[in-house]
């Protein structure tokens, strides 16, 4: 009897556990929208571009008709959708009473062309492929948002590293679309310096491989990928952090081990070269004062590729007409670039960008 009332409580704890587990992760959505006969800005076409994304919550519309609750958020170069549902990102923001909570908005996550589930060099196409940039990737996040889940409106796009400066771009190419925008990790003006010397080191490193062949390769570029993987290592680093976390030769060289081979296992060189090609020509300063969202911008002070010491974002908010930028300071929680999908660090910014545009 005893053994039964035990039996009997331990499945109870364990549906009471499976509850609370589905109640703090909320449930999600995937699908495929397919644009067809895309023309690129280099004016080359693909039948049938794939758009790949993740939803989280439904949409709510005003008495108008009008889109009330949807969120649009961006991922980086190299990653997807789904990055946004590591427990540093969703359980802050998309659980019940975050800030984003799923039961009151519509989440969107798209994978960008050329990342992820979306159509991407590594489908066949190889080299072949269009070479998109940023504004073909932002027309087609816009066809899927409106024709493929049917928004009309955003309440807010944010973004991440490659992410940040595709909320930019789509502040000044959709004004009217979006109530705020929340860049996070990058800068408004063209990449160059330091910033384009790493991306354009890792371009070559592949295509001075012997074994890219082209873009048609039987196997993948391994010396010209370690070489792109080393300079990611370095792009994406903290230099506090990981001298607290690796604090002995043995064990950052661990680290390096394990990291480069979790990257070779995944990189595809043709993917990696058109995502690190597709900001050749990025640069949305001239037009920076025809946003009307308001903006909450924020960077990390020990971010490798956005360096503070530069000045340009101080510079270039003053040309944004609603927009705040902070600079996180250096600490035991940021994360260099990566800082931006560790929501702990800056939500309180994002609490108060919702308030500010609150209807």
């Not at 519309?61 to 170069?77: F, K, Q, S, Y």
């Amino acid at each position: 009897m005893i053994r039964s009332i035990v039996v009997a409580v331990l499945l109870a704890l364990g549906s009471v556990c499976a509850t609370a587990a589905e109640q703090q992760e909320p449930a999600t959505t995937e699908g495929d929208f397919t644009v067809q006969n895309f023309v690129f800005k280099s004016g080359e076409t693909l039948k049938d571009l794939r758009l790949h994304y993740t939803t989280l919550g439904a949409p709510a519309r005003d008495a108008e008709g009008r889109v009330t609750n949807a969120v649009l958020i961006l991922h980086g170069t190299g990653g997807d959708g789904h990055q946004f549902l590591r427990p540093q990102f969703s359980s802050v923001l998309f659980g019940a009473g975050g800030l984003l909570d799923a039961a009151k908005y519509f989440i969107i996550l798209p994978d960008g062309i050329g990342h992820g589930k979306s159509s991407k060099p590594s489908n066949g196409l190889h080299a072949h492929f269009p070479h998109y940039d940023y504004d073909d990737m932002i027309a087609a996040q816009y066809a899927l948002v409106t024709k493929g889940l049917g928004v009309n409106h955003l309440r807010l796009v944010m973004g991440t590293s490659m992410g940040c400066m595709h909320s930019f771009v789509w502040g000044e190419t959709y004004p009217e679309f979006m109530d705020a925008l929340m860049p996070l990790a990058c800068l408004p003006v063209q990449i160059a310096g330091r910033n384009r010397m790493w991306r354009k080191m890792t371009m070559d490193a592949i295509q001075n491989d012997p074994a890219w062949n082209g873009g048609e390769y039987a196997t993948e570029p391994l010396a010209g990928l370690r070489a792109a993987a080393d300079l990611l290592v370095i792009a994406g680093s903290a230099p506090l952090l990981m001298q607290k976390t690796w604090p002995s030769r043995d064990a950052a060289d661990a680290y390096v081990g394990d990291t480069i081979a979790k990257d070779l296992a995944t990189l595809d060189a043709n993917d990696f070269l058109y995502q690190v090609d597709a900001s050749r020509n990025y640069d949305p300063s001239v037009a920076l004062g025809t946003i009307k969202a308001q903006v909450m911008w924020v960077n990390s002070a020990d971010d490798f590729i956005n360096p503070p010491e530069l000045g340009i974002a101080e510079t270039m908010v003053r040309d944004i007409p609603h927009a705040r930028f902070v600079l996180i300071p250096i600490s035991d929680q940021t994360h260099g670039h990566g800082t931006h999908t560790w929501a702990a660090v800056w939500k309180g910014y994002l609490a108060e960008l919702l308030k500010a545009t609150e209807r």
